[in-house]
């Protein structure tokens, strides 16, 4: 909750060795690895959660399909979505993952709706107003994909990645000084941020 997700990454790693087969610790800590870029991890843990629970919890699933999406591999991540709503077609993260496989392969209607179902399952999903966002920035939908990252950042002020995706968007519609403040907030989080630092400076 603070973003420190390198230390967030060792402390889960400690909590999986004493618990492998928890798919609470499996599930939040292969979350931490995508954002840290570790998304193979990410989906050796989700595979593990999957056989430990085939056809019970959608989570294995979820994690799965964001690992691939996270690595490159959009077309593939869309069959697992698929099986993790099949188990519960009411759990948003699996939403937000297919917002995003979709929108990658240039499925732009298939993302936005995926996008808005996971926001409408579960609105206080930061994850979910980001995937959203990154639907509707495909569609030139720029000022209501800032609405959703602003939303996202709102539930969740510390994680760094969405004021990133939102400067970007800011910077697109020539609004140059809400992108500055935007990263002046991340080096007030996070003052050794060297990307923030570059950003800012190139804003």
Request: net charge negative; glycine share 4%; with cysteine.
């Amino acid at each position: 909750q603070e973003g420190n997700l390198a230390e967030a990454s060792v402390l889960y790693e400690q909590a999986y060795r004493q618990r492998p087969d928890d798919l609470d610790y499996l599930y939040d800590y292969g979350r931490v690895l995508i954002e840290l870029d570790r998304a193979s991890e990410a989906l050796a843990l989700a595979d593990q959660m999957i056989e430990l629970a085939t056809n019970t919890d959608p989570r294995g699933y979820a994690l799965k399909a964001q690992a691939l999406v996270w690595e490159g591999d959009s077309a593939a991540a869309i069959p697992v979505g698929v099986s993790g709503i099949e188990i519960d077609n009411e759990y948003a993260p699996i939403y937000a993952s297919l917002a995003r496989a979709y929108t990658n392969i240039g499925r732009y209607q298939q993302g936005l709706a995926n996008g808005q179902k996971a926001v409408d399952l579960d609105p206080l999903n930061a994850d979910a107003h980001r995937a959203y966002a990154y639907a509707l920035i495909w569609v030139g939908e720029r000022e209501l994909a800032i609405e959703q990252l602003e939303q996202a950042i709102a539930l969740n002020p510390n994680f760094v990645p969405p004021y990133f995706e939102l400067a970007i968007n800011y910077l697109a519609l020539n609004q140059d000084s809400m992108a500055i403040a935007t990263y002046e907030r991340v080096l007030s989080l996070h003052p050794r941020n060297e990307r923030a630092y570059l950003r800012l400076c190139e804003a």
